[in-house]
């Protein structure tokens, strides 16, 4: 992993070189590595920036809010009014993990926007941290429904009103596109971040290779960050809207 | 978002117990699944490869991702979004409360406003009563006036009728006797006779009625 000899093209550095992680405290429990590392020091300072902002911007309680006050309580009321047409009223419980969720996806596909260089990290353009995401999403929600429905859970593989004959090919299908589903939640945020990092790269690498010619995909490289960030607030706003949607499924089985 | 009581304790045991599972799971998994990959060693790690696929770099991650959000979890649960319920539950109680008051000032605003309405109809009506009322007593008062004046007049007029009458008959009557004398005279130089007095005023009569026709 981190202080790896990247491997080098042309004098210059892969696209993908970016995603190395850097040791910033070595800690080794057990002979398993738990290095504090670039992706936790954001990871970190997302729910840190998350949980201050919040906390902070409503400290004083105005009746007419400040401006960030003003900001936490849109970002609140977004994803309540998400969660209130999506799962409805049985979603209440469960709105501090989903606002939790697209605060953090957020922010941390923010941060990926600073441009520091290699201190820049973006935790979610690495898949197993968006897969262990997307599987505790599948999981707990999972675990609610079978808590929630029972047996009757099943019944969810099978949709109802379906004539009995087409069992053996709708029941396979259902399980599978359900077993599918954190695969293609962790798949679809890692790879829209990954893909957006690689081409910025690949876009700033012609930028100093052309010389005086560089203009041309500097432009281009604009525009891309402007388009990058709004993927980072869209693939959050997917991500926390997909969860729901499961959360629905998980409630109301269909 | 606001949290039902009765609920609330199972539901959130719900909630632990499914992201608790979750967690324990995912870590568990990637545990062991980064044992198998770590055993041969130094070649676990793909030079070549995308770095996100270096399965080294996984229990880290994971371990790091759980601490993290399980810390924005429990600001976000205990602090956050019980202080923006409230606030967000207070500014609606407050603009409830609001239009309330002003739904109450408002009808209290008409009815202020309908009974200065009625008050200015009333004085308008007693008023107009007022007026007629004078109007009639002075009109009474006139027309007494007027037939008081009208019998004064009357009486006045019959007054001066009787006595110009009286005057008259007076006038007549020493004409009368003024012509008798003239007559008895004239009769007696023209032919020595004194008439008697009764015929003088006979024949008196007769020509003044005669000549007053």
Not at chain 1, 232 to 239: D, E, H, I, P
């Amino acid at each position: 992993m981190a202080g790896n000899a990247s491997p080098t093209e042309g004098g210059f550095p892969s696209p993908v070189e970016q995603f190395h992680l850097l040791d910033i405290v070595k800690v080794n429990v057990g002979g398993l590595d738990l290095s504090f590392t670039t992706s936790a020091f954001y990871m970190m300072a997302s729910a840190i920036l998350v949980g201050t902002f919040l906390v902070q911007s409503m400290k004083g309680r105005h009746l007419v809010p400040t401006r960030l006050q003003s900001m936490a309580e849109l970002s609140y009321e977004f994803i309540a009014g998400m969660v209130r047409d999506n799962v409805g009223s049985e979603g209440r419980p469960y709105f501090p993990f989903i606002f939790s969720l697209f605060m953090f996806i957020l922010v941390g596909n923010l941060f990926g926007m600073l441009p520091f260089g290699h201190y820049t990290y973006t935790f979610t353009s690495q898949i197993i941290v968006t897969f262990a995401m997307a599987s505790a999403v599948f999981i707990g929600v999972t675990v609610i429904a079978l808590m929630k429905h029972g047996l009757h859970f099943f019944t969810f593989f099978f949709p109802a009103g379906a004539p009995l004959y087409m069992a053996p090919l709708l029941i396979p299908i259902e399980i599978l596109s359900y077993l599918s589903r954190p695969v293609s939640l962790s798949v679809r945020l890692f790879a829209n971040m990954m893909a957006g990092h690689t081409m910025m790269k690949v876009f700033g690498t012609f930028v100093v290779m052309l010389g005086v010619f560089g203009v041309a995909p500097m432009l281009v490289l604009v525009a891309l960050t402007g388009f990058e960030i709004l993927v980072a607030v869209l693939q959050a706003y997917v991500f926390t809207i997909l969860t729901c949607i499961y959360l629905n499924d998980a409630l109301h089985l269909h | 978002m606001r949290r039902d009581g009765m609920d609330s304790a199972f539901w959130n045991g719900i909630r632990t117990a499914g992201f608790g599972a979750a967690s324990v799971a995912i870590f568990s998994i990637a545990t062991t699944v980064v044992h198998a990959a770590a055993n041969p060693e130094e070649g676990g790690k793909p030079e070549g490869g995308l770095p996100q696929l270096d399965v080294s770099a996984f229990p880290t991650q994971i371990f790091w991702l759980i601490i993290s959000f399980a810390l924005l979890y429990w600001i976000m649960s205990k602090m956050a979004v019980p202080r923006i319920a409230e606030v967000l539950e207070e500014r609606q109680e407050r603009i409830t409360d609001d239009l309330e008051t002003a739904e109450r000032l408002k009808s209290e605003a008409e009815k202020v406003q309908a009974d200065y309405e009625k008050a200015l109809a009333e004085a308008r009506s007693e008023a107009q009563g007022q007026i007629k009322a004078a109007n009639d007593e002075a009109a009474a008062e006139q027309a007494k006036a007027e037939a008081e004046h009208a019998k004064k007049m009357a009486r006045k007029v019959k007054t001066a009728e009787t006595r110009i009458g009286k005057q008259r008959d007076e006038a007549l009557e020493s004409l009368m006797a003024v012509a008798s004398e003239a007559a008895v005279e004239a009769t007696g130089k023209l032919i020595g006779v004194t008439p008697g007095e009764d015929s003088v005023k006979r024949a008196v009569e007769a020509v003044s009625g005669d000549g007053r026709a």
